[in-house]
C-alpha cells in the first residue's frame, strides 16, 4: 500500500486500511442516530488509530521494509524542507528526551517597538557570547512595549521576508483569550501581572514540526517535549489536514500531513499594550547547534522591519478573472443527492455527511494574504482569524466561527456549532429567521447529532461533562448557527491527544457516523481539502486551544486563490439551497474582490 507525495512514491503502515465496520440495520434515522452514538461512545478511543497513529505500531507496521529507494527519498524530502527552513523539524528526535533549559527572560519595557528590536538585539549578542551549559534547549526573551500596536500590522510590515509566518486571533469577548502571567522558569524575570493575549503574529521558526505520515501520539509528544508550564507563551502553532490518509495536492505539498512551528521572532497584541519576543532553540542530537540557532537568529532579526504602519483593511482594487468550482453544480446535486440515496437506506449506518467545494479564484493581481485576513478581522467578531505559511508554501488563512477545543490545565470545553441561515437585513426580519433555524427540524437533526457525538467523546476521558446551553443561537455577521457549549474536566492532562484525536473530524466538518462519512467523502470529492475543516491552533506548556479550520482559503503569489466551504448533508437537505449555503459562506471572501472585469480587459479577452 502506497502513496503519492511530491512524486515519490512512499510506503504507508497497511493497518490503517484494515478498517472493519458494521452495517447498523435500523429502520429510521433516529434508531440510527442513537445506536451510532452508543457504538462510537464505547470505541472513541479504541479506534483512534482511524486518525491518528501510535508511532509504536507504526513503527511495527513499517518494518516491512520500504525499499532502498523509498529511504533514500524520504531522507531528500526532509533534507530539502529542512534546508529551506532555517530551524530544525522537532519531530526527528526522541520525544521521551528531556530538553536541557526551556527559560523565559523577560526584560523591561519599552516606548516603541524600533526600541524593543534595538534590546532584544543586544540579548541575543549577550546570549551569543554566554552560551548555556546544554546540549539542548529554548528560550524566549521578550520586551514589552508601552504602546498598543496590532499583531496583524506587525506582520503585514514583514511582507519582504522569505520565511515561513503564523497568525493565531482568539475570539472578540475575552472568554477565549490567554490571560497569562508574565515571568520566566528560574525566576529571574519581572512580572507584568495578569493581560490578555488578543493575537499572535510570528515570523522564521526557531523549531518546526512537521511529516508526511499521520500525526501521532509520539508527534504531539515532541511538541510538548519544547514546552513548559513555567514559560506559558512559548508556543506551538499550526494545523492537522483534515484526512491524512488522503494523497496530498501539489498546494498542500509545504504542510505535510501536519505542519507546528514555534515562531522565531513573534509580536504579541495585548490589550493596552504589546510585545516583541524572539526564541531560539537547539538540540545537538538534531543536529541543530546552540551556534547554528543563534546565527539563524540574528539573520532574521536582520531583516525584520521594526517600522509599523496601521494597515488598511481593504484589498486594493482587484478583479476576477475566472473563478471554478469543484465539484460545479451539477456535479454538485449529483453528490448531494447520492448521499441522500445513502441516507434513506435502511441498511446504511450513514445519518449525516458534510460535503465541500473548492472554488479558485484567479484575479487580474496578485492577492495578499494578510490585506485580506485583516479584511476578514472587520468580520471577526465571534470568529477566530488565522494564517499559517511554511517555507515555500502558500499561505492558509481563514476566519473560523468554531471553536473544537479549549484546554487549561484539566478544564476543557469544545462546542457544537451546525444549522445555517443568513442574517435578516432588519431587527424583526433577523428575529423571524432565528426562529426559523430554532424551529427547522432538518437542522435540529443536523445539530443534535455534532453535540451528542461532542458530548460521548468527551464523556470518555472526563469525569463530568455540563452542556449548558442545550442548543442556543450563534450570531455572526454575516450569518447565524445553532450552538451549544460544553465543558468537562479531564483525569489526566495527557488526554489532551485523545481529545484531540477523538473530536477531529467532528461531525460538524465530516459527518456521522465518522468512519463511513470520511469514507463517501473520498469517494465523491475529486479536491484534496487538505487543511481545510482540520485542525487549527497552538499548544503551549499548560494550556491548549484548536479551532475547526472552515471558512478558509489557501492563497499563493501567481495562484490566486483556493475558497473552500462545506455543508452539512442529511434527511430533508436540498442540494440547490446547499449550493446556496456555500455560496453565503464564501461571501466572506469574495466580496473583498470584483465581479466584473474592466472594459478594456473584457475587450482584450473578446479578441483573443
Known sequence: MSILVHNLILPL????????????????????????????????????????????????????????????????????????????????????????????????????????????????????????????????????????????????????????????????????????????????????????????????????????????????????????????LIRAYGAIRFDARSNISSEWEGFGSFYFMVPQVEFDELEGSSMLATTVAWDKSLSWTWAMAIDALQATMCQVSSTVVKLRKEVPRTFILSNNHIPSKTYWDLAVNRALQLIDRSNSALIKVVLARSSRVVTTRDIDPITWLACLQVEGENAYQFCLQPPNAPAFIGNTPEQLFHRKCLSISSEALAGTRGRGGSTTLDLQVELDLLSSPKDHLEFTIVRESIRKKLEVVCNG?????????????????????????????????????????SPAVCGFPTEEARLFIAEAEVFDRGMYAGPVGWFSGGESEFAVGIRSALVEKGLGAFIYAGTGIVEGSNPSLEWDELELKISQFTKLLKLELPLHQKYLRSIN
Open 13 to 232: 503502515p497497511i493497518n490503517i486500511y484494515n478498517l472493519s465496520y458494521h452495517i447498523i440495520k435500523c429502520t429510521s434515522i433516529d434508531q440510527k442516530l442513537s445506536l451510532s452514538l452508543y457504538m462510537a461512545s464505547a470505541g472513541a478511543l479504541g479506534h483512534l488509530l482511524a486518525r491518528f497513529i501510535d508511532p509504536e505500531s507504526a513503527k511495527c507496521s513499517i518494518s516491512a521494509a520500504p525499499s532502498i529507494s523509498s529511504r533514500q527519498s524520504i531522507h531528500f524530502f526532509h533534507q530539502k524542507y529542512q534546508s529551506c527552513s532555517l530551524s530544525m523539524n522537532g519531530c526527528q528526535g526522541d520525544p521521551r528526551a528531556p530538553i536541557g533549559t526551556i527559560e523565559t527572560r523577560a526584560f523591561p519595557a519599552v516606548p516603541s517597538p524600533a526600541l524593543a528590536m534595538e534590546r532584544l538585539n543586544s540579548a541575543i549578542s549577550q546570549l551569543k557570547s554566554e552560551p548555556p551549559p546544554f546540549t539542548s534547549g529554548i528560550i524566549r526573551l521578550e520586551v514589552p512595549i508601552q504602546q498598543p500596536v496590532e499583531a496583524i500590522d506587525w506582520l503585514h510590515a514583514q511582507h519582504r521576508l522569505l520565511l515561513p509566518r503564523c497568525f493565531f486571533s482568539g475570539r472578540t469577548g475575552g472568554s477565549d483569550l490567554l490571560s497569562f502571567t508574565n515571568g520566566n522558569g528560574n525566576g529571574n524575570g519581572i512580572s507584568m501581572g495578569a493581560h490578555n493575549l488578543v493575537s499572535v503574529a510570528g515570523v522564521g521558526s526557531a523549531v518546526f514540526f512537521r511529516s508526511i505520515h499521520p500525526f501521532s501520539y509520539g508527534d504531539w509528544k515532541s511538541i510538548k517535549r519544547f514546552l513548559s508550564k513555567k514559560c506559558p
Open 465 to 505: 461533562v455540563v452542556v449548558e446551553p442545550k442548543k442556543a443561537i450563534r450570531k455572526l455577521p454575516r450569518v447565524q448557527h445553532l450552538y451549544a457549549r460544553l465543558a468537562g474536566r479531564l483525569r489526566s492532562e495527557d488526554d489532551e491527544f485523545d481529545i484531540l484525536a477523538s473530536l477531529h473530524p
